[in-house]
C-alpha cells in the first residue's frame, strides 16, 4: 500500500500537519517518535499559545493536539523513523525492520535544544532549567535567574529577561564573546546584567523541585564556586533532527531544512514545517502554522500530479 502522505514528527508542527490533512482526506500516517511531543514535553506551562487563557501544561496541549488529529483520521504511529528513500517516488520511510511507502512527505522532526550535560540537568530541565526565554521568561518574574552562553541567542535571551528579572548573569566560558559586537555591546550596557566570563557550569544546585544555582568552575585556574540564581536557561544552541534523512535534502550550513518553493524542500514532493526549518522564532505557535502550510501544500501539490 502506498500512502498518499507521511508526516515525520510529533511536536504542534506535526500534529497541525495531521489535522489538516486528514481534514482534506489525505488520510495521513504520522510516526510520532517514542518520545513524541516535541519539546514541549519538557515545558512546564505554555501561557503564550492562543486559546489558553489560563494558560496549560506542555503535555497537557501535546495530548490535546493528538486527539484532535486522530479525531479527523490521522493515523499515529509511536515509533521513530530510522531512514527515508527519497531517490524516487513513491518515497520509503524505514522504521526498524519495516517499511512504507508515500507520495509525498512532511519533514517536521523538530529540533533540540542542546543541553550541557551536566550533574542534575534531568532533575531541574523545566523545573529550573529551561532553553527558552520567550517561552518560560514570565515565570521568572522578580527572580535572579543566569544565562549560559556567550552568542547572539545568549544575548538576546539575557536582554529579553531582564523585562522580568532584576538581575541576569551572562555565563560565558571564555573572556570574549561569539555574540557580534552590537548584541554584545547592547548587553554589556543593560544595568540588569551581570557577567562571570571564563567559567563554566559543572552541576546544578538543589533537589528536585528546588533549584538553587550552578557550581562553577574557572577556565583559568580550576576554582570552583557555588552560584546561587532561582532559574537558568542554557542559550548553548540548537541543532535540527535531521540525521535520519541522510543528507538527501538541502540544508543550511547548521543543518536546518531548507524551503525551495513555498513549503517545499529541494526535493519535490517532500515538505518541511516548524523547527526543523524555523532558525529565527521557535515558538509553537508559528511550528503549528508551519504545520497547517505544508499540508495545503502537499495536498496542492497532489493534485497537480
Known amino acids: 500500500m502506498v500512502e498518499k502522505l507521511i508526516i515525520i514528527g ?20 504520522l510516526f510520532a517518535g517514542y518520545a513524541s511531543g516535541g519539546q514541549l514535553m519538557l515545558t512546564s506551562d505554555v501561557e503564550n499559545y492562543p486559546g489558553y487563557p489560563e494558560g496549560i501544561q506542555g503535555p497537557e ?19 521513530n523513523v530510522d531512514s527515508v528513500d527519497l531517490s524516487h517516488r513513491p518515497f520509503g520511510v524505514i522504521s526498524g525492520d519495516e517499511s512504507w511507502q508515500a507520495e509525498t512527505l512532511i519533514i517536521a522532526a523538530g529540533a533540540e535544544a542542546i543541553w550541557l550535560g551536566v550533574e542534575n540537568e534531568e532533575v531541574h530541565k523545566g523545573r529550573g532549567i529551561s532553553t527558552c526565554a520567550t517561552c518560560d521568561g514570565a515565570f521568572f518574574r522578580d527572580k535572579e535567574v543566569m544565562v549560559v552562553g556567550g552568542g547572539d541567542s545568549a544575548m538576546e535571551e539575557a536582554t529579553f529577561l531582564t523585562r522580568f528579572c532584576p538581575k541576569v548573569t551572562i555565563v560565558h566560558r571564555r573572556e570574549g564573546l561569539r555574540a557580534s559586537q552590537i548584541m554584545g555591546l547592547r548587553a554589556r550596557d543593560n544595568p540588569r546584567i551581570a557577567w562571570k566570563l571564563n567559567r563554566t557550569v559543572t552541576g546544578w544546585l ?38 535520519f534523512l541522510g543528507g538527501q535534502l538541502e540544508t543550511d550550513a547548521s543543518g536546518y531544512l531548507l524551503w525551495k518553493q513555498h513549503s517545499m524542500t529541494s526535493v519535490k514532493g517532500v515538505f518541511a514545517a516548524g523547527d526543523v526549518v524555523d532558525t529565527r522564532y521557535r515558538q509553537a505557535v508559528t511550528a503549528a502554522g508551519m504545520g497547517c502550510m505544508a499540508a495545503i501544500d502537499a495536498e496542492r501539490w497532489l493534485e497537480a500530479q
Do not use: N, W
Not at 15 to 29: H, K, N, Q
Not at 61 to 79: H, K, N, S, V
Open 10 to 29: 510529533s511536536g504542534p508542527a506535526g500534529y497541525t500537519a495531521g489535522l489538516y490533512a486528514s481534514r482534506a482526506l489525505l488520510e495521513p500516517l
Open 61 to 79: 496541549m501535546m495530548m490535546q493536539l493528538r486527539a484532535q488529529a486522530e479525531r479527523f483520521g490521522t493515523r499515529i504511529l509511536d515509533r
Open 206 to 243: 538543589g533537589a528536585e523541585g528546588d533549584f538553587r544555582g550552578a557550581r562553577l568552575r574557572s577556565t583559568v585556574d580550576d576554582s570552583e564556586e557555588d552560584f546561587t540564581c532561582e532559574g537558568a536557561f542554557i542559550a548553548i544552541g540548537h541543532k535540527p533532527i535531521t540525521s
